[in-house]
């Protein structure tokens, strides 16, 4: 079945990295995401990774793809008090064309 | 202005209500969904539509209708709304490029009593 699954939350302290986790189901999704939702607005692709890729790094996000383990992980570094957000990991169902959502972790940063 | 706009951004209603919810796109996207967000849930697919004449099913469409009455226009119905139904709804758009990348709208808070 379709399921994409995160756990719901994560606190950090300012300054550490955060690593948030996704398990999903279909090996042969093409793409695989990250949104993060702030409080009160709609999700916001934050990166991307292509299937045929291990590791996809843009400043201070790092994602890191483990096909054989259909794992998906989202490493922050530097984490600021502005990344407290609830981040959602989603594939791309091959045959279908439709995006399926995780159930989204809460990332809370303290000071 | 944004891209992708939902009306009403909130709203109250009572169980047995038929409830509209409307989502206009500015950025030329043939692909449209519809999706509600539920705490511990994530995003869960309604429907979704590749074009005016092509719409379907998501995961959990039972309770609820749409209508692509153009390219930029995608609406939502709730027929009979229940409490179950209280919930975010989030209207997204897609373009045809590879990525995949969905813009979504604001979001509107449907409350059921």
């Known amino acids: 079945g379709e399921d994409v699954e995160q756990s719901l939350f994560l606190s950090v302290r300012e300054g550490d990295s955060s690593v948030i986790n996704c398990t999903y189901t279909d090996s042969s999704s093409t793409y695989l995401y990250w949104y993060k939702q702030e409080p009160g607005a709609g999700l916001q692709l934050l990166t991307y990774?292509?299937?045929?890729?291990d590791m996809k790094q843009d400043q201070r996000l790092t994602v890191l793809l483990n096909k054989k383990d259909k794992h998906l992980s989202l490493r922050i570094a530097d984490t600021q008090t502005g990344d407290s957000a609830i981040y959602f990991c989603?594939?791309?169902?091959?045959?279908?064309?439709?995006?399926?959502f995780g159930t989204g972790t809460r990332l809370q940063v303290f000071p | 202005d944004a891209d992708v706009t939902q009306t009403p951004r909130n709203r109250i209603t009572k169980t047995g209500k038929r409830i509209m919810l409307e989502c206009s796109q500015t950025?030329?996207?043939?692909?449209m969904y519809w999706y509600r967000q539920d705490p511990g849930l994530g995003l869960q697919l309604i429907y979704y539509s590749f074009d005016v004449k092509d719409i379907n099913k998501g995961e959990i469409s039972d309770g609820y209708s749409v209508s692509r009455q153009a390219q930029a226009k995608f609406s939502l119905s709730l027929e009979s709304a229940i409490p179950n139904q209280t919930a975010l709804y989030f209207c997204?758009?897609?373009?045809?490029?590879?990525?995949?990348?969905?813009?979504f709208g604001e979001g509107s808070r449907l409350t059921v009593l």
């Open positions: 990774i292509f299937s045929n890729m």
């Open positions: 997204a758009t897609r373009g045809g490029d590879n990525t995949g990348e969905l813009f």
């Open positions: 989603a594939e791309m169902m091959t045959n279908t064309d439709k995006l399926i």
């Open positions: 950025k030329g996207h043939d692909r």
